[in-house]
């Protein structure tokens, strides 16, 4: 039996002395993500913050089921 797995893609967007701020818009393929960065990049942003797409599977995102309520 094959197993897939479906990513989502989240938009970072990184500050200049350490925040991070994930929105929380998702996005199911990577070239959504990336021509959302484009849309960003059009707009005057500050000097210092980077914005990128960073996979569900990523270390740096939310463990998802863990913020489910449980059901009582």
Do not use: H, N
């Not at 002395?17 to 959504?32: A, C, H, W």
């Not at 959302?36 to 998802?64: H, L, M, N, R």
């Amino acid at each position: 039996m094959a197993t897939t797995a479906a990513l989502v893609w989240y938009l970072v967007i990184a500050g200049p002395q350490g925040g991070m701020v994930v929105l929380p818009s998702t996005f199911d393929k990577r070239e959504q993500c990336t021509a959302a960065i484009t849309e960003y990049q059009k707009q005057p942003t500050p000097a210092g913050w980077s914005v990128q797409c960073v996979p569900s599977a990523s270390p740096f995102t939310d463990e998802g089921d863990a913020e489910q309520p449980s059901a009582q």
